[in-house]
Protein backbone atom coordinates (compact mmCIF):
# COMPACT_ATOMS: atom_id res chain seq x y z
CA UNK A 1 0.00 0.00 0.00
CA UNK A 2 2.91 2.30 0.58
CA UNK A 3 6.21 2.38 0.55
CA UNK A 4 7.68 1.56 4.14
CA UNK A 5 11.48 1.23 3.29
CA UNK A 6 13.93 2.87 5.38
CA UNK A 7 17.01 4.66 3.24
CA UNK A 8 20.71 4.63 4.20
CA UNK A 9 21.52 6.95 0.93
CA UNK A 10 19.58 10.17 -0.04
CA UNK A 11 19.97 9.62 -3.50
CA UNK A 12 17.67 6.50 -2.89
CA UNK A 13 15.17 8.33 -1.02
CA UNK A 14 11.35 8.41 -1.98
CA UNK A 15 9.45 9.89 -0.35
CA UNK A 16 8.95 9.51 3.58
CA UNK A 17 5.00 8.88 2.70
CA UNK A 18 2.28 6.32 1.65
CA UNK A 19 1.94 5.21 -1.14
CA UNK A 20 -1.20 6.42 -3.13
CA UNK A 21 -4.30 4.34 -2.23
CA UNK A 22 -7.54 4.62 -3.58
CA UNK A 23 -8.79 3.12 -0.55
CA UNK A 24 -7.41 6.34 1.73
CA UNK A 25 -10.05 7.92 3.42
CA UNK A 26 -10.15 11.60 4.15
CA UNK A 27 -12.51 11.87 7.06
CA UNK A 28 -13.75 15.62 8.17
CA UNK A 29 -12.73 16.80 11.40
CA UNK A 30 -14.83 19.69 12.54
CA UNK A 31 -13.58 19.45 16.60
CA UNK A 32 -10.52 18.55 17.62
CA UNK A 33 -9.28 18.91 21.29
CA UNK A 34 -5.87 20.24 20.25
CA UNK A 35 -5.22 19.96 16.60
CA UNK A 36 -5.99 17.78 13.30
CA UNK A 37 -3.10 15.17 11.86
CA UNK A 38 -0.26 16.44 9.39
CA UNK A 39 -0.56 18.16 6.02
CA UNK A 40 -0.08 16.97 3.14
CA UNK A 41 3.54 15.06 2.11
CA UNK A 42 5.17 15.22 -1.83
CA UNK A 43 4.99 12.10 -3.68
CA UNK A 44 1.55 10.62 -3.98
CA UNK A 45 -0.66 10.66 -7.15
CA UNK A 46 -4.52 10.38 -4.93
CA UNK A 47 -6.46 12.64 -5.79
CA UNK A 48 -6.55 16.55 -3.85
CA UNK A 49 -8.90 16.33 -0.59
CA UNK A 50 -10.41 19.86 -0.52
CA UNK A 51 -9.11 20.73 3.09
CA UNK A 52 -9.42 24.73 4.27
CA UNK A 53 -5.81 26.31 5.24
CA UNK A 54 -5.18 26.72 9.01
CA UNK A 55 -4.60 30.00 9.18
CA UNK A 56 -6.49 33.25 7.09
CA UNK A 57 -6.02 32.22 3.55
CA UNK A 58 -7.98 31.48 0.65
CA UNK A 59 -9.51 28.18 1.02
CA UNK A 60 -6.57 25.58 -0.62
CA UNK A 61 -6.46 21.89 -1.60
CA UNK A 62 -3.45 19.75 -0.53
CA UNK A 63 -2.01 16.79 -2.93
CA UNK A 64 -1.25 13.52 -1.16
CA UNK A 65 -3.30 14.20 1.91
CA UNK A 66 -3.39 11.62 4.73
CA UNK A 67 -6.60 12.11 5.58
CA UNK A 68 -6.34 15.44 6.80
CA UNK A 69 -8.68 18.47 7.66
CA UNK A 70 -7.17 21.59 9.14
CA UNK A 71 -9.78 22.97 11.37
CA UNK A 72 -9.30 22.60 14.32
CA UNK A 73 -9.55 24.32 17.11
CA UNK A 74 -6.37 23.33 20.05
CA UNK A 75 -7.05 23.94 23.85
CA UNK A 76 -4.74 25.57 26.40
CA UNK A 77 -1.95 23.07 27.90
CA UNK A 78 -0.49 23.05 31.36
CA UNK A 79 3.14 23.85 31.62
CA UNK A 80 4.77 20.82 32.98
CA UNK A 81 7.98 20.37 35.71
CA UNK A 82 10.86 18.20 35.87
CA UNK A 83 13.04 16.48 33.15
CA UNK A 84 12.58 14.26 30.35
CA UNK A 85 13.60 11.03 31.35
CA UNK A 86 15.62 9.20 29.75
CA UNK A 87 17.67 5.89 30.01
CA UNK A 88 21.01 4.98 28.20
CA UNK A 89 21.13 5.71 24.36
CA UNK A 90 23.71 4.34 21.83
CA UNK A 91 25.46 6.64 20.65
CA UNK A 92 24.74 5.74 16.93
CA UNK A 93 21.61 7.65 17.09
CA UNK A 94 20.57 10.92 18.64
CA UNK A 95 17.44 13.90 20.39
CA UNK A 96 15.40 16.77 22.89
CA UNK A 97 12.86 19.98 23.62
CA UNK A 98 10.27 22.22 25.65
CA UNK A 99 9.38 22.70 29.46
CA UNK A 100 10.40 23.32 32.96
CA UNK A 101 14.34 24.21 33.20
CA UNK A 102 16.59 22.64 35.70
CA UNK A 103 19.69 20.53 33.26
CA UNK A 104 21.21 17.79 34.76
CA UNK A 105 23.82 15.64 33.60
CA UNK A 106 24.11 11.83 33.31
CA UNK A 107 26.52 9.24 32.79
CA UNK A 108 28.38 9.69 28.96
CA UNK A 109 26.06 7.39 27.40
CA UNK A 110 22.90 9.10 28.06
CA UNK A 111 21.61 12.43 27.46
CA UNK A 112 20.81 15.49 29.52
CA UNK A 113 17.41 16.59 28.79
CA UNK A 114 14.91 19.27 29.78
CA UNK A 115 11.41 20.29 28.86
CA UNK A 116 10.20 23.62 27.61
CA UNK A 117 10.30 26.07 31.32
CA UNK A 118 8.05 28.11 32.89
CA UNK A 119 7.42 31.95 32.10
CA UNK A 120 9.66 34.29 34.18
CA UNK A 121 10.61 37.48 34.11
CA UNK A 122 13.92 39.29 32.40
CA UNK A 123 14.73 42.97 31.46
CA UNK A 124 14.20 44.14 28.36
CA UNK A 125 16.64 44.10 25.47
CA UNK A 126 19.63 46.77 25.01
CA UNK A 127 17.69 49.34 22.88
CA UNK A 128 18.32 48.25 19.44
CA UNK A 129 19.01 50.47 16.27
CA UNK A 130 16.88 49.37 13.63
CA UNK A 131 20.05 49.50 10.78
CA UNK A 132 19.02 50.16 7.45
CA UNK A 133 19.11 47.13 4.60
CA UNK A 134 22.17 48.27 2.28
CA UNK A 135 23.18 46.16 -0.92
CA UNK A 136 24.59 42.87 -0.83
CA UNK A 137 28.08 43.54 0.73
CA UNK A 138 31.25 41.34 0.29
CA UNK A 139 31.81 39.04 3.33
CA UNK A 140 33.18 40.66 6.41
CA UNK A 141 35.97 37.83 6.67
CA UNK A 142 37.31 35.12 4.64
CA UNK A 143 34.26 31.76 4.10
CA UNK A 144 35.50 28.67 5.66
CA UNK A 145 34.25 27.14 2.02
CA UNK A 146 36.58 28.66 -1.05
CA UNK A 147 33.92 27.45 -2.82
CA UNK A 148 31.10 29.57 -0.81
CA UNK A 149 28.10 31.11 -2.45
CA UNK A 150 25.29 33.26 -1.17
CA UNK A 151 22.30 31.89 -2.21
CA UNK A 152 19.03 34.34 -4.26
CA UNK A 153 16.61 31.84 -2.87
CA UNK A 154 14.93 32.15 -6.57
CA UNK A 155 15.22 28.53 -7.57
CA UNK A 156 12.79 25.19 -6.58
CA UNK A 157 11.33 25.34 -2.90
CA UNK A 158 10.89 22.85 -0.67
CA UNK A 159 10.41 22.12 3.77
CA UNK A 160 10.01 19.76 6.16
CA UNK A 161 7.92 20.94 9.25
CA UNK A 162 8.28 18.31 12.14
CA UNK A 163 5.77 18.51 15.73
CA UNK A 164 6.16 15.71 18.53
CA UNK A 165 3.55 16.20 21.54
CA UNK A 166 4.61 12.95 22.55
CA UNK A 167 1.52 12.10 23.03
CA UNK A 168 0.66 9.44 26.02
CA UNK A 169 4.82 9.55 27.39
CA UNK A 170 5.50 10.68 30.65
CA UNK A 171 6.48 14.33 29.76
CA UNK A 172 3.92 15.09 26.86
CA UNK A 173 3.67 18.51 25.09
CA UNK A 174 1.26 20.67 23.79
CA UNK A 175 2.22 23.00 20.99
CA UNK A 176 4.20 21.09 19.15
CA UNK A 177 1.80 19.49 16.45
CA UNK A 178 0.67 22.69 16.26
CA UNK A 179 3.94 24.79 15.29
CA UNK A 180 4.70 22.58 12.72
CA UNK A 181 1.20 22.82 11.28
CA UNK A 182 1.26 26.65 11.69
CA UNK A 183 4.42 26.73 10.08
CA UNK A 184 2.89 24.84 6.88
CA UNK A 185 0.47 27.53 6.92
CA UNK A 186 3.04 30.23 6.76
CA UNK A 187 5.43 28.93 4.29
CA UNK A 188 2.51 28.49 1.54
CA UNK A 189 1.10 31.89 2.12
CA UNK A 190 3.88 34.14 3.11
CA UNK A 191 6.82 32.81 0.87
CA UNK A 192 4.97 30.72 -1.41
CA UNK A 193 5.95 27.17 -0.85
CA UNK A 194 3.45 24.63 -2.15
CA UNK A 195 1.69 22.53 0.16
CA UNK A 196 2.84 19.22 -2.49
CA UNK A 197 6.61 19.91 -1.81
CA UNK A 198 6.46 20.11 1.91
CA UNK A 199 6.21 17.00 4.24
CA UNK A 200 5.15 17.28 7.60
CA UNK A 201 5.72 14.57 10.71
CA UNK A 202 3.66 14.80 13.67
CA UNK A 203 2.52 12.38 15.96
CA UNK A 204 -1.52 12.48 15.31
CA UNK A 205 -0.79 11.28 11.74
CA UNK A 206 -2.96 8.64 10.57
CA UNK A 207 -0.39 7.32 8.96
CA UNK A 208 3.18 5.47 9.93
CA UNK A 209 5.10 7.07 7.23
CA UNK A 210 3.71 10.37 8.84
CA UNK A 211 4.37 9.66 12.21
CA UNK A 212 8.06 11.62 13.44
CA UNK A 213 10.07 8.37 14.24
CA UNK A 214 13.17 8.51 13.75
CA UNK A 215 13.79 6.22 10.64
CA UNK A 216 10.65 8.93 9.10
CA UNK A 217 12.49 11.93 10.26
CA UNK A 218 15.89 10.71 8.59
CA UNK A 219 14.48 9.56 5.36
CA UNK A 220 12.70 12.95 5.28
CA UNK A 221 15.80 15.04 5.74
CA UNK A 222 17.66 13.23 3.12
CA UNK A 223 14.27 13.90 0.57
CA UNK A 224 14.75 17.74 1.81
CA UNK A 225 17.55 18.20 0.01
CA UNK A 226 17.71 15.37 -2.46
CA UNK A 227 18.88 17.02 -5.48
CA UNK A 228 19.44 20.59 -4.06
CA UNK A 229 20.50 23.19 -7.01
CA UNK A 230 22.48 26.74 -6.41
CA UNK A 231 19.54 29.42 -5.38
CA UNK A 232 17.21 26.53 -4.25
CA UNK A 233 15.21 27.40 -0.96
CA UNK A 234 14.93 24.44 1.24
CA UNK A 235 13.08 25.18 4.75
CA UNK A 236 13.45 22.74 7.85
CA UNK A 237 11.25 23.71 11.38
CA UNK A 238 10.98 21.36 14.26
CA UNK A 239 9.31 21.31 17.34
CA UNK A 240 9.95 18.67 20.22
CA UNK A 241 12.34 18.23 22.91
CA UNK A 242 16.02 18.70 22.54
CA UNK A 243 18.86 18.13 24.93
CA UNK A 244 22.77 17.89 25.00
CA UNK A 245 24.96 14.39 25.26
CA UNK A 246 29.09 14.46 25.54
CA UNK A 247 30.42 15.27 22.43
CA UNK A 248 32.77 11.93 21.03
CA UNK A 249 34.75 13.63 18.01
CA UNK A 250 35.78 17.25 19.50
CA UNK A 251 33.98 19.68 17.62
CA UNK A 252 32.31 21.33 20.52
CA UNK A 253 33.67 24.03 22.12
CA UNK A 254 31.78 22.68 24.88
CA UNK A 255 32.29 19.63 24.98
CA UNK A 256 28.64 18.51 24.60
CA UNK A 257 26.69 17.89 21.53
CA UNK A 258 23.00 19.55 20.62
CA UNK A 259 20.76 16.69 20.44
CA UNK A 260 16.76 16.22 19.10
CA UNK A 261 14.03 13.75 20.33
CA UNK A 262 12.30 11.71 17.71
CA UNK A 263 8.35 9.93 19.03
CA UNK A 264 10.44 6.69 19.59
CA UNK A 265 13.33 7.70 20.95
CA UNK A 266 13.12 5.29 24.07
CA UNK A 267 13.87 2.51 21.19
CA UNK A 268 15.79 4.13 18.29
CA UNK A 269 17.25 6.63 20.22
CA UNK A 270 18.02 10.49 19.43
CA UNK A 271 19.24 12.51 16.99
CA UNK A 272 22.74 14.41 17.33
CA UNK A 273 24.13 17.44 15.85
CA UNK A 274 27.18 15.75 13.88
CA UNK A 275 24.31 13.86 11.82
CA UNK A 276 21.98 16.24 11.09
CA UNK A 277 24.54 18.48 9.63
CA UNK A 278 25.91 15.35 7.89
CA UNK A 279 22.78 15.31 5.98
CA UNK A 280 21.04 18.96 5.69
CA UNK A 281 24.58 21.05 5.56
CA UNK A 282 27.54 18.90 4.02
CA UNK A 283 25.29 17.83 1.75
CA UNK A 284 24.45 21.15 -0.15
CA UNK A 285 25.82 22.62 -3.06
CA UNK A 286 27.23 26.38 -3.43
CA UNK A 287 24.48 29.07 -3.37
CA UNK A 288 21.30 26.27 -1.88
CA UNK A 289 19.88 28.03 1.03
CA UNK A 290 18.77 26.31 4.17
CA UNK A 291 16.68 28.00 6.64
CA UNK A 292 16.37 25.97 9.73
CA UNK A 293 14.23 26.49 13.24
CA UNK A 294 14.69 25.11 15.86
CA UNK A 295 12.00 25.21 18.73
CA UNK A 296 13.55 22.68 21.32
CA UNK A 297 15.78 22.96 24.46
CA UNK A 298 19.70 23.33 23.72
CA UNK A 299 19.36 24.21 20.31
CA UNK A 300 21.84 27.47 19.71
CA UNK A 301 24.44 25.10 17.90
CA UNK A 302 22.26 22.17 16.88
CA UNK A 303 23.00 22.45 13.59
CA UNK A 304 27.01 22.71 14.26
CA UNK A 305 27.15 26.31 12.16
CA UNK A 306 30.26 28.20 13.61
CA UNK A 307 28.84 31.58 13.18
CA UNK A 308 26.63 32.69 16.15
CA UNK A 309 25.52 36.86 15.76
CA UNK A 310 24.07 39.18 18.20
CA UNK A 311 20.94 41.79 17.68
CA UNK A 312 24.09 44.39 16.91
CA UNK A 313 25.31 42.01 14.37
CA UNK A 314 28.66 41.07 16.09
CA UNK A 315 29.90 37.46 16.32
CA UNK A 316 29.70 36.15 19.94
CA UNK A 317 32.95 33.60 19.72
CA UNK A 318 33.59 30.82 18.16
CA UNK A 319 31.17 27.84 17.99
CA UNK A 320 33.32 25.12 16.33
CA UNK A 321 36.57 23.85 17.71
CA UNK A 322 39.59 24.64 15.28
CA UNK A 323 40.09 21.02 14.51
CA UNK A 324 36.70 20.52 13.51
CA UNK A 325 36.81 24.09 11.37
CA UNK A 326 37.57 22.56 8.08
CA UNK A 327 35.37 19.82 8.91
CA UNK A 328 32.65 21.46 9.34
CA UNK A 329 32.52 24.12 6.08
CA UNK A 330 30.00 24.40 3.65
CA UNK A 331 30.05 25.99 0.31
CA UNK A 332 26.10 26.34 1.22
CA UNK A 333 24.38 29.23 2.34
CA UNK A 334 22.70 28.03 5.87
CA UNK A 335 20.63 29.77 8.02
CA UNK A 336 19.34 28.86 11.50
CA UNK A 337 16.71 30.51 14.17
CA UNK A 338 16.91 28.43 17.51
CA UNK A 339 14.85 29.01 19.97
CA UNK A 340 17.42 29.40 22.86
CA UNK A 341 21.18 29.43 23.63
CA UNK A 342 22.44 26.01 24.31
CA UNK A 343 22.61 26.18 27.67
CA UNK A 344 18.74 27.59 27.95
CA UNK A 345 15.22 25.45 27.78
CA UNK A 346 12.33 26.46 25.61
CA UNK A 347 9.05 26.96 26.38
CA UNK A 348 6.05 25.09 25.69
CA UNK A 349 3.12 27.48 25.99
CA UNK A 350 -0.33 29.43 25.32
CA UNK A 351 -0.60 32.36 22.80
CA UNK A 352 -3.47 33.72 20.58
CA UNK A 353 -6.25 31.17 22.21
CA UNK A 354 -3.53 28.36 21.04
CA UNK A 355 -0.88 25.75 22.75
CA UNK A 356 2.47 26.74 21.14
CA UNK A 357 5.78 26.81 21.32
CA UNK A 358 6.85 30.39 22.08
CA UNK A 359 10.11 30.56 19.89
CA UNK A 360 8.01 29.01 16.36
CA UNK A 361 4.82 31.38 17.78
CA UNK A 362 7.57 34.16 17.96
CA UNK A 363 9.40 33.59 14.52
CA UNK A 364 5.65 33.44 12.37
CA UNK A 365 4.49 36.40 14.18
CA UNK A 366 7.54 38.76 13.92
CA UNK A 367 7.68 38.40 10.62
CA UNK A 368 4.04 38.58 9.57
CA UNK A 369 4.50 41.82 11.66
CA UNK A 370 7.56 42.96 9.54
CA UNK A 371 7.48 41.18 6.24
CA UNK A 372 10.98 43.27 5.29
CA UNK A 373 13.56 43.43 7.98
CA UNK A 374 17.20 42.34 8.12
CA UNK A 375 18.45 39.66 9.89
CA UNK A 376 19.39 41.41 12.97
CA UNK A 377 16.15 43.49 12.71
CA UNK A 378 14.45 40.09 12.66
CA UNK A 379 16.59 38.30 15.72
CA UNK A 380 16.06 41.53 17.87
CA UNK A 381 12.16 41.64 16.84
CA UNK A 382 12.39 38.09 18.01
CA UNK A 383 13.53 38.46 21.02
CA UNK A 384 11.49 41.18 22.09
CA UNK A 385 8.44 39.07 21.59
CA UNK A 386 9.99 36.86 24.16
CA UNK A 387 11.79 38.58 26.43
CA UNK A 388 9.14 40.04 29.06
CA UNK A 389 7.59 36.12 29.71
CA UNK A 390 10.49 33.72 28.75
CA UNK A 391 14.17 33.58 30.30
CA UNK A 392 15.02 32.10 26.75
CA UNK A 393 17.39 34.03 24.24
CA UNK A 394 17.01 33.13 20.64
CA UNK A 395 19.32 32.81 18.31
CA UNK A 396 21.05 33.61 14.63
CA UNK A 397 23.07 30.71 13.49
CA UNK A 398 25.03 30.84 9.95
CA UNK A 399 27.76 28.84 8.19
CA UNK A 400 29.67 31.81 6.89
CA UNK A 401 30.30 35.55 7.74
CA UNK A 402 27.70 37.82 6.77
CA UNK A 403 26.21 40.92 7.24
CA UNK A 404 23.43 40.94 9.51
CA UNK A 405 22.00 44.21 8.38
CA UNK A 406 21.32 43.08 4.69
CA UNK A 407 17.07 42.05 4.09
CA UNK A 408 16.43 38.75 5.25
CA UNK A 409 14.96 35.90 2.63
CA UNK A 410 14.07 32.65 2.29
Known amino acids: MWDGRS ?88 HHHHKTHKQQQQQPQQVIVAQRPTHTQRPPPVPHQHAPVPAPVKLL ?64 SRHPRGLPTRQNMIDAMHWLVKDAQPHDSLFFHYSGHGGQTPDLDGDEVDGFDETIYPLDYKRAGFIVDDELHQIMVKSLPAGCRLTAVFDSCHSGTVLDLPYIYNTHGKLRGQQISDRALARKATPADVISWSGCKDGQTSADTFADGQAVGAASHAFIKAIEMQPHQSYQDLLYNIRKLLYQKYSQTPQLGSSHPMDTSRRFIM
Open 7 to 94: HAHSSNVLMPVPAPSSTLAVPQHRSRRLSAPGPPSPGWTVDRAKTPMPMPAPPSSYANSDAVSFSYTPTPRALGNGFLATSSQPRHTH
Open 141 to 204: MPALHPHFMFSKCTGRRRALCIGINYVGQPHELKGCVNDAKHVFSFLVRRFGYKPENIVVLTDD
